[in-house]
Structures are given as structure tokens and as C-alpha cells.
């Protein structure tokens, strides 16, 4: 049963689910994720043999590292029931940054493209299980940003509060095995997300201070960080 995979047969499942363009990613916390799809005509880069494994597109991309220490745990989505898969690691390992506001991280110099240069900056959620970041690919934006660091992202007192749609940056999100980015545009409050690749920030559920919904059945001890969405619970 999928619910026993070990270790072994996990990660060419995990192989197999990033080479098709059917399964959707979500790299996050509660009330803060990013999502990574793609089109099945999309143009895609798929790097997916060895211990690292990369599907990257136009519009954003995931990168998996194979770590022994994930679980995967399956479920059922709610409302719709669809399936879903949570990767896991133990909570002791999910310490987050401890970065509490907006905090230059210096050259962001592992990019899922290597064309997409820039300057990280972390949005100080201080997450436990994934880094929320941002990154700056030219010297505007970053000094834009820099304005505001030593505030929270949304902090009305800082000039970041309404300015991130058009700003825009690219999101990066990181969690021990994994990392998304997003390069579409941020919708403004009255707009929706794009289709495709797309970030949700929002301070209501973070300040409830769950790591996942109440629906994701992670075991005792455990805490996803990545949830797989593929179209069907593997066999």
C-alpha cells in the first residue's frame, strides 16, 4: 500500500510524479504556500536523474533533494476529495529561520534557472516547516524592498504594506528537501491568482499559528512541508 512506501520506492514515485505534468505542488504552510502546475504543451526543463531532481518552466518550477528522513503521508482532499500526498519530515527538524520581518539574505545563488539571478529576501514569517522568501532581480526592486526590511510584509507603517503587486519579485520558497518559486505577477487585493504557478500570503490564517489544515492527517511529531497533488493515489 502507497501509505507504507519506504524510502526506496518513494522517491522514483516522487520521479515519475514530477516528469508529468498532471501533479500539482504546494511548498508551504498554513496560510502561506507556493503552488507550482504546468501545462502538458508548456515548455519545461526536467532534470530528474540522481539525488536532485528539477522541473522548471517560464513561470516557475520545483526542485526536490532526496532526503531519507521524508514520510509520506496520503489523503483525501476535503470537499472534493481528491488525492493528495503530504511529505513530512519530524518536527524537531522544523526549527524555521527565526527571521520575524522583511531581512536581506544576500545573492540568491542556487536558482532553479541559472539565468535568474537576484537578491533574496526573507518576508520574516518565521515558519517552522518552509522560508518564505522573495527575490529581487534588479537593483529597483531590491532597494524598493530594502526599504522596508526590520518591518513585517504587510506592516502599515512600512512602504512594503500595498506595494508587493506591483513589485511583483519572483517567490522563493524553501524547506529542507525542496524549493518552489513563482515568477508570475502578485494579483492586487480585488484580483485573483493567476492560473499556473501562484503564491498565497494571507496574515489571517498565519496568525492562527498552524503549520497545516486541520484535514492533512499528519502523524504525531510530524509536520508537511510539501504536499504532492498528483491525479490519482499511486498503487
Not at 53 to 77: E, N, Q, S
Not at 144 to 162: C, K, N, Q, S, V
Request: charged share 20%.
Amino acid at each position: 500500500m502507497f501509505d507504507s512506501l519506504t524510502d526506496e520506492t518513494l522517491w522514483p514515485w516522487l520521479r515519475a510524479a514530477l516528469a508529468d505534468p498532471a501533479t500539482g505542488w504546494g511548498l508551504g504552510s498554513f496560510g502561506a504556500i507556493a503552488e507550482f502546475t504546468r501545462d502538458e504543451d508548456e515548455a519545461v526543463h526536467l532534470a530528474l536523474d540522481g539525488p536532485v531532481m528539477t522541473v522548471g518552466t517560464a513561470r516557475g518550477g520545483i526542485r526536490l533533494r532526496h532526503d531519507p528522513r521524508v514520510r509520506a503521508v496520503p489523503y483525501a482532499m476535503a470537499g472534493s476529495k481528491k488525492p493528495a500526498v503530504a511529505l513530512c519530515l519530524p518536527t524537531e527538524i522544523c526549527t524555521g529561520s527565526g527571521v520575524t520581518a522583511v531581512t536581506e539574505v544576500g545573492p540568491d545563488d542556487d536558482p532553479i534557472d541559472p539565468r535568474d539571478g537576484g537578491v533574496l529576501f526573507d518576508l520574516g514569517l518565521n515558519l517552522k516547516q518552509v522560508t518564505a522568501c522573495v527575490r529581487a532581480a534588479d537593483p529597483v526592486t531590491a532597494e524598493r524592498i530594502r526599504a522596508g526590511a526590520g518591518l513585517g510584509m504587510f506592516d502599515p507603517a512600512g512602504p512594503l504594506a500595498t506595494a508587493w503587486p506591483d513589485l511583483s519579485p519572483h517567490r522563493v520558497f524553501l524547506c529542507p528537501f525542496a524549493r518552489a518559486e513563482v515568477k508570475q505577477p502578485i494579483p492586487r487585493p480585488d484580483g485573483r491568482s493567476p492560473d499556473g504557478p501562484h503564491t498565497h500570503v494571507l496574515p489571517k490564517l498565519l496568525a492562527t499559528g498552524r503549520t497545516h489544515a486541520a484535514n492533512v492527517p499528519a502523524p504525531d511529531g510530524w509536520i508537511p512541508c510539501l504536499t504532492v497533488f498528483p491525479p490519482a493515489f499511486p498503487q
